[in-house]
């Protein structure tokens, strides 16, 4: 391999963030026809973990510009950084508009810069930014000055006020930022060992007493981090609970629904995530389902509505799918499939990663098992920022039954074990994989060689074994993947 060291196109682009890689395209997008080869070029050198001259002129060798192609190189880095100056426009405004403050003081015009003040204060206080609003309040002492009806002593008090809501807020944060990260690679706790770890989130007192929360952001992260507490030790009953307070928290203040759009999507994803996961409620799914299509059109950041999209197909699949009505879910999947092709790197594949694997489940629910499995295999724990080998590890199980369901059994003792170690590896080969891998690999592999009583046979014994492993309440929640109970349910269903 011809790897060079120092190609600089190649390290500016791997050094931007989904983020920015994602406004670089709409960016392209948005100017000359002929810019296609520019996105072409980009897309090459972004799928080069490392540079490969080699590699790089044969992906190109069927491109016209070939021949100029350091000049096209040389272009397409400007084009690079002139999308990097407007993205950073873009987050430069409240520099821009504690400037302008700055001048109108300067000026003279003291009753306008008042007035501009307290038209960004409001706008802050509804986004609940608050270190934007002490830097206004600092603007606001200066300006006491020239105007004598700004009680400066008020201003101070608001500004001690607002420290402590940052503060506040910031430990909310910080909470939440250490539960995700000790779920960062499972996402349910998963042994005894793990729960241990839990324990010392129990005794916070920020966690127990929703009034230690005195701002809207940090009640709502008072609600989501105990959702995930709850979901993550399989405590469905509280997780429903707290993601109920969750939303209606946010949807009894409509101002702050598209300010905290993100915000918003965990809390119906939370409850909704709920309904799956305990006691499934149809008329409320729905009710939820709908009042999300009616939000998304309103969310303002692109990105974030494609979101909302996403997790829309997510959970209406898996609605029609504990329905039992296939037929629509299979018409809902091929509306879902290109919606992933013209998303592909939506939400650093964290959105979509859940959602390949929901496409998944409905071909494989419904006995399409080759595109089951087609899809099943896309589901790769790398594509995100969390290693999620979770959804990772059942996306693979379900490619075994596949297999065994497709008559492919020749390699499938291969596969599980190849794949037992390779989660073993990955520290994620816990008691329900390995006894799931060992059930398909052992005795799913005669699946098509029995009779129907023996199909019953091995389907009731497996249901028994499922309801032993999913006794402790760590396990419950692996539903969330797939509920091998309720398709046992439905195979029974079919033979009997």
């Known amino acids: 391999m011809n790897k060079v060291k120092g190609d600089n196109l190649h390290t500016l682009i791997h050094s931007l963030s989904p983020t920015e ?75 821009n508009s504690l400037a302008e403050i700055d001048i109108l003081i300067e000026k003279g015009l003291y009753a306008f810069a008042y007035k501009r003040i307290q038209n960004l204060i409001k706008q802050a206080q509804i986004n609940e930014d608050f270190l934007f609003e002490i830097q206004l309040l600092q603007k606001k002492v200066v300006l006491a000055r020239y105007q004598p009806q700004i009680d400066t002593n008020s201003v101070i008090q608001e500004q001690q ?31 005894s060992k793990q729960l241990r770890r839990f324990d010392r989130f129990s005794k916070n007192r920020l966690i127990n007493n929703p009034a230690e929360a005195i701002s809207l952001s940090a009640q709502l992260y008072f609600y989501h981090f105990n959702f995930l507490y709850h979901a993550s030790l399989g405590e469905n009953d509280s997780c429903y609970n707290s993601a109920i307070k ?30 799956i996961l ?33 997790i829309l197909y997510e959970y209406q699949l898996i609605a029609l799918l504990r329905e039992n009505n296939f037929e629509k879910a299979l018409k809902l999947v091929h509306e879902a499939i290109d919606f992933v092709k013209n998303n592909e790197i939506l939400a650093d594949g964290n959105a979509l990663k859940y959602l390949h694997f929901d496409i998944a489940k409905t071909f494989f629910i419904t006995g399409n098992y080759l595109d089951a499995n087609k899809w099943l295999l896309k589901t790769n724990f790398t594509e995100s920022k969390s290693k999620g080998t979770d959804i990772y590890a059942f996306s693979r199980i379900l490619s075994l039954l596949c297999d065994i369901f497709l008559n492919n059994t020749q390699n499938v003792k291969y596969n599980a074990n ?36 023996g199909k019953i046979d091995l389907l009731e014994r497996f249901r028994e074994e499922l309801k032993i492993q999913l006794a402790s309440k760590w396990k419950a929640n692996m539903v969330l993947y797939f509920d091998f109970e309720w398709w046992i349910g439905l195979q029974l269903g079919h033979l009997y």
Not at 74 to 83: A, G, K, P, R, V
């Open 161 to 191: 006020f607002c420290y402590a809501k940052s503060q506040n807020l910031l430990e909310y944060k910080q909470l939440l930022n250490e539960l995700s990260t000790i779920l960062s690679q499972n996402s349910f706790v998963r042994n």
């Open 246 to 275: 969750m939303h209606r928290l946010i949807s009894t203040h409509p101002e702050a629904t598209r300010s905290f759009a993100q915000i918003y999507l965990r809390a119906i994803s939370a409850r909704l995530s709920s309904l």
């Open 418 to 453: 190849y794949l037992r170690k390779q989660l073993s590896n990955e520290g994620a080969l816990f008691e329900y994989e390995a006894f799931l891998i060992s059930r398909i690999g052992n005795n799913f592999i005669h699946w098509n060689d029995l009779q129907k009583n």
């Open 278 to 310: 305990g006691r499934y409620k149809k008329n409320e799914f729905q009710s939820l389902v709908s009042e999300l299509k009616a939000n998304t059109i309103r969310i303002r950041e692109p990105e974030t509505r494609k979101v909302a999209q996403g």
């Open 21 to 95: 890689k994602r406004f670089f395209k709409r960016f392209v997008k948005g100017r000359k026809q002929e810019e296609n080869e520019y996105l072409y070029l980009f897309d090459v050198l972004n799928g080069m973990r490392e540079f490969d001259k080699e590699l790089f002129l044969v992906n190109i060798s069927e491109r016209k510009f070939q021949k100029q192609v350091e000049v096209k190189k040389h272009y397409l880095f400007q084009l690079i950084l002139d999308s990097q100056r407007q993205f950073r426009d873009t987050k430069l405004w409240l520099h």
